[in-house]
T-cell receptor, first 114, second 111 residues
């Protein structure tokens, strides 16, 4: 079956632009996670959804970052007024059932802010 | 806050050699530990997941062990192949829902 997909795979934005990153989780997976991976670092947690409910957004670095999952499937991570420090790979993961199940990751979106 | 450390940061071995990657974590109250593989420009591929009640998991040439009380895990790769070259990431899941990752070990297997 299909895995987690993300689009676009690459995004170049000028500083100050808004961007939207999309994640399609594995069908039927109730939990969805967003992570940010800076160059040479491990991924860091941004936010977590269970179905359409955003249960944890403690990792979002600023109020410029916003995530939604309105119908409990596809999720969008939006970054407003992008800054150079937002340049990173944004990874989406999903898991079935409870939040302590194995997480399956998408290929990521590489965001470069000029 | 959970801190995850991986040693070494980089490792280069000749093909056929057995090798061990190390992962340590500061808070032993974990629910599970996962080992991932990441190829350049790609996402993460899950290799093994060890629940907190388990001591080890095996998949093919890979064996991962977990010593929760000492905050350590090892990933053993037998008979390494050039196709094993990648970055290996260790991650633990605690009371929060998210994974805490180490910075990874970049493995190069020389033909």
């Amino acid at each position: 079956g299909a895995g987690v997909s993300q689009s676009p795979r690459y995004k170049v934005a000028k500083r100050g632009q808004d961007v939207a990153l999309r994640c399609d989780p594995i069908s039927g997976h109730v939990s969805l996670f967003w992570y940010q991976q800076a160059l040479g670092q491990g991924p860091e947690f941004l936010t977590y959804f269970q179905n359409e409910a955003q249960l944890d957004k403690s990792g979002l670095p600023s109020d410029r970052f916003f995530a939604e999952r309105p119908e409990g499937s596809v999720s969008t991570l939006k970054i407003q007024r992008t800054q150079q420090e937002d340049s990173a790979v944004y990874l989406c993961a999903s898991s079935s059932g409870g939040s302590y199940n194995e997480q399956f990751f998408g290929p990521g979106t590489r965001l470069t802010v000029l | 806050k959970q801190e995850v450390t991986q040693i070494p940061a980089a490792l280069s071995v000749p093909e056929g050699e057995n090798l061990v990657l190390n992962c340590s974590f500061t808070d032993s109250a974990i629910y599970n530990l996962q080992w991932f593989r990441q190829d350049p420009g790609k996402g993460l591929t899950s290799l093994l997941l060890i629940q907190s009640s388990q001591r080890e998991q095996t998949s093919g040439r890979l064996n991962a062990s977990l010593d929760k009380s000492s905050g350590r895990s090892t990933l053993y790769i037998a008979a390494s192949q050039p196709g094993d070259s990648a970055t290996y990431l260790c991650a633990v899941q605690t009371g929060a829902n998210n994974l805490f990752f180490g910075t990874g070990t970049r493995l190069t297997v020389i033909p």
